[in-house]
């Protein structure tokens, strides 16, 4: 059995008077790669809000391996090793596609000297290898969301949340989103991603977390999450073929 290598405790969130994350539970595995799906305004955000720190937690707990995180700001749980892939990414326009990757493998790590192999196993691993001396001007919408990879993986994280890394890819760039993916657990990171394309999420995922209202509604694998009447009432709407 692997080793968990994050887990929540009765984690919840309230805005004033609004409930958007309510005694939440998860432990995610070492190694795995996690979905987490839900309506919109389902909570999801919110809750990769609450692990990177940029929300602080009304109640419960987020450990990080053996840690609790919650005195920890954001770039301490980014130097301890949890990475966060936006949607929508913004990098130096100006600068290359290596050079935004070299930013990202020179974060908070002043100690490290060897940026130039960390930066070339990043775009190995989002595979833009190609594209490496192009602007980052300009790149298509699937490009800028593996440079978005690429960042984060430079950082040298044991944990990757990404956030809709499919949204608005067409099949073959999802196709190479999923296998980009694949790659970085390979590399040895475990990832947890927020998903609506269905065909991508139970392609990929070992487990899928399913939120409604903020509260937890469903954990299996992606089989038995998209065959869960709950998950369908809530979600779905109809029954999906999963992706294996
Ligand atoms: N900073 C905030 N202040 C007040 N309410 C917030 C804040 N952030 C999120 N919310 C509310 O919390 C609830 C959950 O929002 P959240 O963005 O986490 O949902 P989501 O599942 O990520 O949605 P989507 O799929 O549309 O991105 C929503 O009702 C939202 O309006």
């Known amino acids: 059995m692997s080793k968990t290598i994050l887990s929540g405790r009765a984690v919840t969130k309230k805005f004033r008077g609004l409930t958007a994350i309510e005694d939440v539970e998860f432990d995610i595995p070492e190694g795995a ?3 987490l799906i839900g309506p919109n305004g389902a909570g999801k955000s919110t809750l990769f809000n609450l692990i990177t720190g940029y929300y602080a937690l009304t ?21 301890a090793g949890i990475a966060r892939a936006f949607q929508i990414s913004k990098p130096f326009p100006a600068l ?11 974060f908070g790590k002043p100690e490290r000297t060897n940026f130039d ?3 070339d196993e990043a775009l190995s691993i989002a595979g833009i ?7 980052a001007e300009g790149l298509t919408v699937g490009a800028l969301r593996k440079l978005e990879i690429a960042r984060a993986v430079a950082t040298r994280p044991k944990l990757l949340l990404a956030d809709e890394p499919c949204a608005g890819l067409n099949p073959t760039e999802t196709e190479e989103m ?6 970085v657990r390979e590399r040895g990171t475990t990832v947890w991603l927020v998903e609506h394309d269905m065909r991508a999420v139970t392609s990929i995922c070992d487990r899928i977390i399913v939120i409604d209202a ?4 469903a954990e299996g694998t992606p089989r038995e999450v998209v065959n869960n009447p709950k998950v369908i009432a809530a979600y779905l709407g109809t029954p999906v073929e999963d992706g294996n």
């Open 96 to 106: 290359t596609v290596r050079e935004n990757v070299r930013v990202g493998a020179m």
């Open 214 to 217: 903020g509260r937890k509604i």
């Open 59 to 79: 109640s419960g707990e987020i450990r990080f391996f053996d840690r609790d995180l919650a005195s920890l700001p954001t770039y301490r749980r980014n130097q």
């Open 129 to 135: 290898t190609e594209l490496a001396d192009r602007t």
């Open 178 to 183: 999923v296998q980009c993916l694949r790659n």
């Open 33 to 35: 790669i996690y979905g």
């Open 117 to 119: 192999i960390v930066t």
